[in-house]
């Protein structure tokens, strides 16, 4: 470990903490490197490009498998980043796939909800949108969203899948995965309440709720419209306020993400990865490395800051003033350990106060 040390930095212990950097209203707003986020980023790397500091992305985002996301990241934000690093609100699902590995689940969001599912190993998964096209008529404003594409050119779903022995449109939905921001919030909530109802057979009786997982609850988040934008925290609330008058039981859901304590038991397990994932990491006669502490970089106070409060010990929070608090001084009912404008500002304190 001493070796370790000396290799990364001689004056500061490099495995005593690591970072966990949230990303919209943090480094982007929608795709826009912000508050210097490319170079302060780029302060955890060596001149030849090799990472000495671990740190991972925490987000609640999502939509795109996490190796795809790396790469997303790594160009906009002009550094190299490891699968392993990328931790969005949905990774948790994966840990859900044993229980649904072979069942029809339908994957709601923009981007690419059902091959996020399926690298997770999830084996029978279609998008909503597929799911939707697999009955005639479910939406009755369809023909008014001039903005739908169809299906691998004009085969939809239906066609596609009813060639098929095992045709998943007439199969029993087990369970319903939000992946990612719902794009068309009224045909969404048109077939989600659809499934839910009827036990997973839209048209059919009235049957037992298959279970249903949210990404995250996020009621608002950072993008590039000056004021917030409504997040999958909202959409839920639409879905759960809409199936409860017109169903009996009220809505059952799981929601995972930050603030979830979990979430950052989890961050602080895959910072143990990175950190040995490390090049320079020589770990000496197999002994136990800890984190003295880690950094939680957010905007979001009643979601980062408020998660790494709850976390407590090791977790050190650091708010910025680049996306959803705008505040002067601190937040009231989430206050940070520190308040500073850019992220760059707090990557400044972090290396001051370790190195
Ligand atoms: O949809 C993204 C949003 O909910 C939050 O993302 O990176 O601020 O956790 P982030
Ligand atoms: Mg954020």
Not at 122 to 138: G, H, P, Q, R, T
Not at 174 to 197: K, M
Not at 323 to 352: M, Q, R, W
Request: proline share 6%.
């Amino acid at each position: 470990l001493a070796f370790f040390y000396r290799q990364l930095h001689s004056s500061s212990n490099p495995a005593s903490f690591g970072v966990a950097f949230d990303i919209d209203g943090v480094l982007l707003r929608g795709s826009n490197p912000i508050g210097g986020s490319p170079r302060a980023l780029k302060r955890f790397y060596d001149d030849s490009g090799t990472l000495k500091v671990p740190y991972v992305f925490l987000t609640n985002g999502g939509g795109v498998p996490e190796s795809k996301r790396a790469k997303e990241l790594g160009s906009l934000l002009d550094v190299n980043i490891l699968p392993l690093q990328v931790i969005q609100g949905h990774s948790p699902f994966k840990q859900l796939m044993r229980r649904f590995e072979n069942e029809l689940i339908v994957a709601v969001g923009k981007g690419e909800p059902a091959e996020v599912m399926s690298e997770y190993g999830f084996k029978n998964v279609l998008s909503i949108d597929e799911y939707a096209s697999c009955f005639d008529n479910i939406d009755p404003l369809a023909q008014y969203k001039k903005w739908t594409d169809k299906l691998d050119g004009n085969q939809s779903s239906k066609s596609k899948h009813t060639a098929l022995s095992n045709d998943p449109c007439s199969q029993r939905v087990a369970a319903v995965f939000v992946v990612s921001d719902s794009v068309d919030w009224s045909r969404d909530i048109q077939v989600l309440c659809d499934i839910l109802r009827t036990g997973g057979l839209p048209g059919k009786e009235i049957a037992h709720q298959p279970p249903l997982f949210f990404a995250n609850d996020d009621l608002a988040y950072q993008a590039l419209f000056p004021s917030e934008r409504l997040g999958m925290g909202a959409f839920r609330i639409a879905v759960e306020s809409v199936f409860n008058a017109i169903h009996p039981a009220a809505l059952k859901y799981t929601s995972y993400g930050k603030p979830n304590p979990s979430v950052f038991k989890n961050a602080e397990t895959v910072l143990m990865h990175v950190l040995q994932s490390c090049p320079t990491n020589h770990q000496v006669d197999g002994r136990k490395q800890f984190f003295k502490t880690l950094y939680m970089i957010g905007d979001n106070p009643s979601v980062d800051i408020k998660g790494a409060r709850q976390a407590g010990s090791p977790w050190f929070s650091i708010l910025t003033r680049t996306g959803v608090f705008k505040g002067k001084e601190n937040h009231d009912d989430f206050p940070a350990d520190l308040v500073v404008d850019t992220v760059e500002e707090a990557v400044d304190y972090i290396l001051s106060k370790e190195c």
